[in-house]
């Protein structure tokens, strides 16, 4: 018989993300933040090819990329909406980890499964700090698939991707309860 973690298991049937908006000071700090990383970063990946990488993007470098993201805005045409959109997870976010894909060339490995490698250790990520007591949130967004944006101000590679930025701070409210899938209408059981 299995021995069951009850602990892990009933953070799992009951996690949920918490709105970035609603996240404020404190933030983790680098040691508090380590134990988290590291649980990101062992996630399933096929062929061990490690293409993901982790950037700390720290309150002042978010603010800077905020400005950025103006600038680009302005060069792209932008309405004032699009802009505050694109904007204000920069201009507001106190701690922030990106989480990028690099894609390794290799035969037996295809490229789909290297991106979902990524969003495996983005949900890790999520879930850590958010186990760790921390609110948490997945978020993109236009600027987070914008190439000049990602190369230019972040210091991506032209083969990298920005598979999203997992804002991690203190929470001040529980948001009401998400509704969730039917296990009904997503499970097919197979027995013959
Ligand atoms: C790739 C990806 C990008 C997302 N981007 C955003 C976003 O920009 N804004 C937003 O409000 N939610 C975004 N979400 C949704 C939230 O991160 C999250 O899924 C939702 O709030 C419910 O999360 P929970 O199931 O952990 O409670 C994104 C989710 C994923 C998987």
């Keep these: 018989m299995p021995s069951p973690n009850q602990a892990a298991l009933e953070f799992l049937l009951t996690r949920r993300s918490r709105p970035a908006k609603t996240l404020t000071t404190p933030v983790p700090d680098r040691a508090a933040l380590a134990p988290i990383l590291e649980a990101a970063l062992r996630s ?41 959109k694109g904007r204000n997870q920069f201009d507001t976010g106190h701690l922030a980890v990106a989480v990028i894909e690099t894609p390794v060339i290799a035969d037996k490995v295809p ?16 879930n850590a700090a958010l186990a760790s007591g921390w609110g948490a949130n997945w978020l993109s967004g236009w600027p987070t698939h914008d190439p000049v944006f990602l190369q230019e101000t972040l210091g991506l590679a032209p083969h990298e991707r920005l598979a999203g930025l997992i804002h991690i701070g203190t929470e001040t409210a529980t948001p009401p309860e998400r509704p969730r899938p039917n296990l009904e209408d997503k499970v097919t059981w197979v027995s013959s």
């Design 111 to 126: 490229a789909i499964e290297q991106t979902y490698s990524t969003g495996a250790v983005c949900l890790a990520l999520l």
């Design 44 to 84: 399933p990946d096929h062929g061990k090819l490690e293409p993901w990488r982790l950037m700390v993007l720290e309150a002042p470098a978010l603010r800077r990329l905020g400005e950025a993201v103006g600038t680009r805005a302005a060069a792209l045409g932008l309405d004032p909406v699009q802009t505050d």
